[in-house]
T-cell receptor, first 115, second 111 residues
Framework: GNSVTQMEGPVTLSEEAFLTINCTYTATGYPSLFWYVQYPGEGLQLLLK???ADDKGSNKGFEATYRKETTSFHLEKGSVQVSDSAVYFCALRAPNAGNNRKLIWGLGTSLAVNP | DAGVIQSPRHEVTEMGQEVTLRCKPI?????LFWYRQTMMRGLELLIY????????DSGMPEDRFSAKMPNASFSTLKIQPSEPRDSAVYFC?????????FGSGTRLTVV
């Protein structure tokens, strides 16, 4: 079946450090891939997405490239800020989902950025 | 746009009591999702609606849980009777194309 695996947290970095949060998936065909962010006390927000192989999603300095060959969608940011402290969720929507709008979620990776 | 509005933000109730969580989706969004989030199990989809019709309720844990969407602007998630293991943050999300928009959640504590 379809599944998403994220690296376990928590991840603790100093401000301006480079961030990578790994995400790999299992799916038949070409799923759509998403990263969501959850700031403390808030709901999840869409951060970026990619819908086909080799697409790069980007937003707020974060990037992730859809790699079919490695079934990965790793999240990266070149220089993190304290305000990036949050929980990050990787998710996929199965290909040929038709009317099925369910997302398959990773367990989330907590990021803490220290000044 | 006010976003997805959930109420209450916090609910503390005694075991055995009925709990009703409310959600107002973004106007024009045709999908509505109820999620539960806990440290142990992460984010779990409970049920989702399309055009007010329940499409998939396979995530509803048991008969104590029920959800309704009487119209396009309102949905409820009810737990009766509540149990301590139901303590979690419950999120409502809506979408129309694109990504989901989540509400701020209801933190439920059952004592």
């Amino acid at each position: 079946g379809n599944s998403v695996t994220q690296m376990e947290g928590p991840v603790t970095l100093s401000e301006e450090a480079f961030l990578t949060i790994n995400c790999t998936y299992t799916a038949t065909g070409y799923p759509s891939l998403f990263w969501y962010v959850q700031y403390p006390g808030e709901g999840l927000q869409l951060l970026l997405k990619a819908t086909k192989a080799d697409d790069k999603g980007s937003n707020k300095g974060f990037e992730a490239t859809y790699r079919k060959e490695t079934t990965s969608f790793h999240l990266e940011k070149g220089s993190v800020q304290v305000s990036d402290s949050a929980v990050y969720f990787c998710a996929l929507r199965a290909p040929n989902a038709g009317n099925n709008r369910k997302l398959i979620w990773g367990l989330g990776t907590s990021l803490a950025v220290n000044p | 746009d006010a976003g997805v509005i959930q109420s209450p933000r916090h609910e503390v109730t005694e075991m055995g009591q009925e709990v009703t969580l409310r959600c107002k989706p973004i106007s024009g969004h045709d999908y509505l999702f109820w999620y539960r989030q806990t440290m142990m199990r992460g984010l779990e989809l409970l049920i989702y609606f399309n055009n007010n019709v329940p499409i998939d309720d396979s995530g509803m844990p048991e008969d104590r849980f029920s959800a309704k969407m009487p119209n396009a602007s309102f949905s409820t998630l009810k737990i009766q009777p509540s149990e301590p293991r139901d303590s979690a943050v419950y999120f409502c999300a809506s979408k129309k194309g694109g990504g989901y928009t989540f509400g701020s959640g209801t933190r439920l504590t059952v004592v």
